[in-house]
């Protein structure tokens, strides 16, 4: 370059070794007089602002995706809650009260019951053993049924059949007096999984929010949706702890009562009309599994049908239920009817109980074979042959208090299935909206786990920092090769580092983005399971989830590209290089997902590393294109998005020599193409995408059982 030349330019410039033309600095870049490359320090300055606004956010306000201030120590104190406002039982009273009314307009303002009836009832497996067989009987609305039997009888597998979680291989199921199926009413059926599965970094409310936003009919109104959920904060109890996170392990929240509760409330957010549970109070303390028997006993009163599965119930909480399902060894029913009636029909058969004892430790033994009688020896199979022959049915002798009998009965049989199937069509949010919520939602949870946010964006900055260190004092430019023409025979030793930083530079983005790329569906897949049964869009879920991960990628992006390009002084465009690296960690989380939904959550970390570095390395450095071309898997080559992206690098970077270096000659060396950056660039949002779809397609494909 012409050094009176320099002196006269207007602004800053640069000039690679061996070219003439003047390359501008960019904005925030230093550019000595005779600098062959720019130092750029924009990315740096903007990466340092960035970090200091969000360090300022997270720690003077608390990000709320409901709005509201909350306060870190589960809202409003207790001790003035007590002395100022109603006691919890009037709270729960009053919150009772007023599901009443919200359930109602759930309906349309009908009165409606969810009655079941099922006639023989069978489960074989595939491998010819039998797990459920001729289970028959009735359970009613507005009344609690609890299901009891041994380990292994077959209580839960019931319930799963019932709900049509497991498809039954025989005998029919009646809804309201109508033969049907349970998966045509699953949005005005709750389920009650036995673990409290939540999202642990959202408090109480923000949980309970979601599921009525989701799940509640899409024409009640954001004020009609918030007191709904107020009030059933308040009817179980957790009006207090409403703004306290959930809590895991590692983190301080509620308590295991208020766990559980908050896995009903979840549920009766969505206002349904049957509400089936695996073991509500398995885990917790005699007080709080009392508190929760009392608590369901309330909502069976709204007009509900109750169905538990219990095992081991101190008396108390049995006698809250109204009915008892006892199943057998062998899935077999023993005994389906009032749980006032239970002692007295086994006294009956000469079954002996203890005045001091629990009842439903005794019919526990009975059912187990370990009953006292002193008149007969009747196992349990002759206990199951005896009920079937006195007919299950004669034990009610007559209709409990407020179960629709007669002409009665059948008129509101006959208006609940017209009714219906209309509200069951405007459950749910649009999907519009379905993909909103999941996206804030994890907006939240990502603001609320600032600790794995920050080491992420550390491990992308230290990865960028040592690609940039790797350069310092090593060579001046990362090209040096072939002339032009006649001066081909002056080349110096050929220097081509650009292909092989196209391989570094992936493997670093593997490494740094792999391992938080799995987080993302790998640690909440439960959440999605129990979702899906319940009828949330499985695509707005996966896509709000997807979209949520971009600010990730764009922070971690940044902070890699802003040291690299810092301490390496890599020639290319600034913004094509952060591009660059933006796809190469959109394309590392795709791969993250796939992984993720395949594998358990404690090996997906590794084998999602180790694919992603299979990625990086086949980027056209070695082995070269022109090898996989002629050994004929250059389609493993296509299908890494690290290929197309390093050959972008290679090509951005070269083209400012291509008045001094043989350029088309050196990338045919290593079967790059010069002319096709926008088509590169293209296919790595390509592959990424096409990775994500794959993902999808496997999360609902797998384990379809549980998002039945």
């Known amino acids: 370059m012409n050094p009176s030349f320099r002196v006269s330019l207007l602004y800053r410039y640069y000039c690679p070794t061996g070219t003439v033309t003047p390359h501008a600095c960019t904005w925030f870049a230093s550019c000595p007089q005779g600098s062959y490359s720019q130092t750029v320090y924009g990315f740096f300055i903007f990466m340092g602002l960035l970090d200091f606004l969000l360090a300022f956010r997270q720690g003077h306000i608390k990000i709320g995706l409901f709005g509201g201030q909350k306060d870190g120590n589960g809202g409003q104190d207790l001790i003035s809650t007590i002395l100022q406002g109603p006691s919890p039982e009037e709270s729960s009273n009053q919150g009772m009260q007023l599901l009443v009314d919200a359930f109602r307009e759930s309906f349309r303002n009908r009165e409606l019951r969810m009655n079941f009836r099922f006639d023989n009832l069978a489960l074989v497996l595939k491998n010819g053993k039998t797990i459920l067989q001729g289970v028959t009987g009735e359970i009613r609305s507005k009344r609690m049924t609890a299901i009891i ?22 005998g029919e199921l009646f809804i309201n007096g109508e033969k049907t199926e349970m998966h045509l009413y699953k949005k005005i059926v709750g389920y009650v999984p036995q673990e409290d599965i939540m999202i642990n970094h959202l408090t109480v409310r923000e949980n309970v929010l979601h599921a009525a936003r989701v799940r509640l009919p899409r024409h009640w109104t954001a004020k009609q949706i918030n007191n709904h959920v107020d009030n059933i904060l308040r009817a179980l109890n957790l009006a207090h702890v409403a703004n306290s996170c959930i809590g895991d392990e590692n983190t301080r929240g509620i308590s295991g009562g208020q766990r559980k509760r908050v896995n009903i409330a979840m549920e009766l957010a969505a206002a349904p009309l049957a509400i089936f549970l695996d073991e509500p109070t398995s885990g917790l303390d005699a007080t709080s599994s009392l508190d929760v028997a009392n608590i369901l006993h309330s909502v069976a009163s709204l007009g509900l049908t109750i169905v538990a599965v219990i095992h081991q119930p101190r008396i108390e909480i049995f006698r809250k239920f109204d009915d008892v399902l006892m199943i057998a060894p062998g899935g077999r029913v023993a005994y389906l009817g009032p749980t006032t009636l239970a002692k007295q029909y086994f006294e009956t058969l000469g079954f002996e109980f203890e005045p001091m004892a629990n009842a439903s430790d005794t019919l526990m033994d009975i059912l187990a074979g370990k009953g006292v009688n002193r008149l007969f020896t009747l196992t349990p199979d002759q206990l199951v042959e005896i009920w079937e022959d006195r007919h ?46 999941c996206h804030q939602r994890s907006l939240i949870q990502q603001s609320r786990q600032v600790g794995a946010l920050a080491l992420e964006i550390f491990v992308a900055m230290f990865a960028g920092m040592l690609m940039g260190v790797s350069t310092i004092g090593k060579v001046k430019e990362l090209m040096n090769g072939i002339y032009w023409g006649i001066y081909i025979l002056l080349s110096p030793a050929p220097l081509d580092l650009l292909a092989l930083y196209g391989l570094l530079i992936g493997i670093a983005i593997a490494l740094s983005g792999a391992p938080a790329g799995v987080k993302v569906f790998g640690e909440e897949k439960p959440v999605f399971w129990r979702e899906a049964a319940s009828g949330h869009s499985r695509l707005a879920y996966y896509l709000g989830k997807t979209i949520a991960t971009v600010y990730r990628l764009i922070l971690t992006s940044l902070h890699f590209t802003g040291l690299y390009m810092l301490l390496a002084k890599p020639v290319l465009d600034p913004y094509m290089q952060y591009a660059l690296v933006l796809f190469q960690f959109w394309g590392v989380y795709g791969i993250s997902c796939i992984v993720s939904v395949v594998v358990r959550r404690e090996n997906a970390s590794l084998l999602a590393v180790v694919i992603a570095l299979f990625a990086a390395i086949f980027c056209g450095y070695g082995p070269s294109l022109v090898q996989a071309k002629k050994s004929g898997y250059m389609f493993l080559f296509e299908m890494s998005f690290n290929k197309w992206a390093a050959e972008a690098n290679y090509a951005a970077s070269i083209l400012v020599y291509r008045n001094k270096l043989d350029i088309d000659l050196m990338a045919s060396i290593w079967g ?15 592959i990424g995408i096409v990775m994500r779809v794959i993902g999808f397609i496997l999360m609902i494909s797998l384990n379809r059982d549980k998002q039945r």
């Open 149 to 170: 039997g041994p380990s292994g009888a077959g209580k839960t597998t019931f319930m799963n059949v019932l709900m049509g979680k497991v498809s039954r291989t025989g």
């Open 392 to 437: 299950s049915r004669d034990i009610y002798n007559e209709p409990p208090s407020g179960a629709m009998a007669g002409s009665n009965g059948r008129n509101f049989e006959r208006e609940f299935h017209v009714v219906v199937p209309q509200v069951v069509k405007e459950r749910g949010a649009s999907f519009i909206k379905q993909v909103y919520y």
């Open 672 to 686: 790059y193409s010069l002319s096709q950056v926008n088509l590169d660039l293209f296919m790595c949002v390509i």
